[in-house]
């Protein structure tokens, strides 16, 4: 789709059923055991009377440069989905990307035709070499924006700075990218007073709770052990208003 990112389809019947925006699947992509954590991997899109999901993934270790390699006919151990996903289209939707965080937002604009008009894309990539062919990833009737940090593509500078200008009355955000951008997206909504939602990308190396590495830290908790949460129980979808930044 761009430099180092590639769209993988594989058949799933079941997970395509059951998978919903900001779901994410937890692959096992080692062949011994290094990597041997799994690789939580977002769902890009699925049709379910074909049975199949796509996922979407940047080649930047051993476990992706495995799927790099995958050829046709080769199975993968997947778990999934898992986590929250994000909660239909308000009156007027803002999605807010960078990066491989395109995918949850794409999944909501595949699955949400008839709210379709009522949403707007802003997605950012670091370089044209790393913008993806958006023609391939989003339905083509979604209102998009595009920026890049050098300018390269359309509008020259981070995604953010033109979060503002595209605000309504009754917007909501969602977002998924890099962390310091979802923080910076947080702290505009929060100036501009309208709901934010984030679908955060931390590892998840099991993807049901049992190891406790995706912790994210809420500012306000009704018990000490309810300050930290997991992202892949509690999440990925969080409202971006109540955690730690």
């Not at 950012?124 to 990833?137: N, Y």
């Amino acid at each position: 789709m761009a430099d180092g990112i590639y769209v993988m389809r594989l058949e799933s019947p079941e997970i395509a059923r059951a998978a919903r925006p900001a779901h994410f699947v937890n692959v096992q992509t080692d062949d011994g055991l290094s990597p041997f954590l799994r690789r939580p991997l977002s769902i890009l899109n699925t049709d379910v009377e074909a049975g199949w999901i796509e996922i979407y993934y940047d080649v930047i270790g051993p476990g992706t440069e495995r799927l790099e390699t995958a050829v046709a006919g080769e199975s993968l151990d997947l778990i999934g989905p898992l986590g929250t996903a994000f909660e239909p289209p308000t009156p007027h939707t803002l999605l807010v990307g960078g990066g491989v965080g395109i995918v949850p937002l794409a999944f909501l604009a595949w699955h949400s035709p008839n709210e379709r008009n009522a949403m707007t894309l802003l997605f950012g990539a670091a370089t044209e070499r790393r913008m993806p062919d958006l023609a391939r990833i989003a339905p083509g009737d979604l209102k998009t924006i595009l920026a890049t940090d050098d300018g390269s593509v359309a509008h020259h500078g981070f995604i953010t700075e033109l979060i503002e200008q595209h605000l309504q009355k009754e917007t909501t955000i969602l977002t998924c990218g890099p962390h310091r951008m979802m923080a910076r997206v947080a702290e505009i909504a929060e100036a501009s007073g309208v709901g934010c939602y984030a679908s955060l990308e931390n590892h998840m190396a099991c993807g049901f709770g049992a190891c406790v590495g995706c912790v994210v830290e809420y500012k306000d908790h009704e018990r000490e052990d309810r300050r930290y949460r997991r992202v892949c129980i509690e999440g990925p979808v969080v409202n971006a208003h109540e955690i730690v930044w």
